[in-house]
């Protein structure tokens, strides 16, 4: 790509330590018993923070690239990291859940969300005949980082308590982005490169209201809906599920957490590099289908270890496959020129995914309708999958295909 002169591979290095610190977040299920122990609040009350974190997370995505065209990636990711560690740091100050709320979940989520969609993007601008690759190793990076910081703020909750804990855990987080900010550089994406990579995708770049024009933007966002809201809620109940649908004690069911985790950091590694080669909407409709057969085995099965750790397994893994290749979809279907902005409107379907599938199950009443509803976007999202392609692609095909009959039929004569 003919961006300015540095060295891609010092960015990649950037771009993992800091999605390794953003990644940390995920630990939040550490500190929900614990705060309930130290302050007394509600279990359930605690357990909205992390609600609010996700959701603040996806809303920053909306404006990250405007302020990434103000002010540049490195002093971005900067800042980001300091508001980060800012809101870490005056949680472990916190003395009423108002305060976690404000500070947990929405500081540090939309801290992490501007951080997240614009080194990601970034990073894939650099590489654009390997976005699939590059994307998997950036939110593998993310997925590293919340499977290393379990063992890490489990230590510290152990060692420190809970409330100094969010002080050593945001010194850390802030120190790590900090540091990966200095090794990042603005990719440019120049005339010569957008050429290359219509060739391979897209005729042109898309604003984002050119974007919203687009039918194809709307049923991207059903398929990435439904992979988010499928790969949340099992995230958020993996362990419930353990103990009430498959039997297994809670010591065994544990274990589900530390499963979900390696198998949806595998996933965006190995489908993020896999959908270079066979194709993205491929890639996607597999894992929709995976997901699918999954929860209605899930619903419908009698359920015993094996198959149980199995079913959290796959849809793990295609959860974290889903959400890697995404961003080169967009890319794909919307160009480069405007990734961060394009990007961030999809991906709102991860903040309405983290809500809705809770919402669901508390209104329908539990597991078993809200992964028949899961089994049921799935389907449609596989349909989706299979039938989509860019703007003007389809059209352009049965163009060809039009011409290319009288042609036959004048050869044949």
Known sequence: MQSPKANRWLIVLGTIIVQMGLGTIYTWSLFNQPLEEQFGWGLSSISITFSITSFALAFATLFAGKIQERIGIRRLILISGIVLGFGLIMSSMASSLWMI??????????????????????LIKWFPNHKGLVSGISVGAFGSGSLIFKYVNASLIQSVGVSQTFLYWGIIAMVMIAAGSFLLREAVVTTDAASQSAKKSIKRDYTVREMLRTKEAYLLFIIFFTACMSGLYLIGIVKDIGVKLA???????????????????????????????????????????????????????????????????????????????????VADFFGLKNQSKNYGIIYQGFGLGALTGSFLSALLGGFHVTFLVIAVLSAVSLLIAVLITPPGEGRLRKKERTVAIPRQQHANS
């Open 101 to 122: 709320y404000l500070f947990m979940g929405v500081v540090v989520g939309f801290a992490d969300g501007t951080a997240y969609i614009t080194s990601l993007s970034n």
């Open 247 to 329: 039997g297994l004690d809670v010591a065994t069911a544990a274990n589900a957490v530390a499963m979900v985790a390696i198998f949806n950091t595998l996933g965006r590694i190995i489908l993020g590099a896999l959908s270079d080669r066979v194709g993205r909407m491929k890639v996607v409709a597999g894992a929709i289908s995976a997901t699918a057969v999954s929860v209605l085995v899930l619903n419908y099965v009698q359920l015993n270890e094996l198959i149980f750790f199995a079913c959290v397994s796959a849809i793990a893994f295609c959860f974290g496959g889903n959400i890697t290749v995404f961003p080169a979809i």
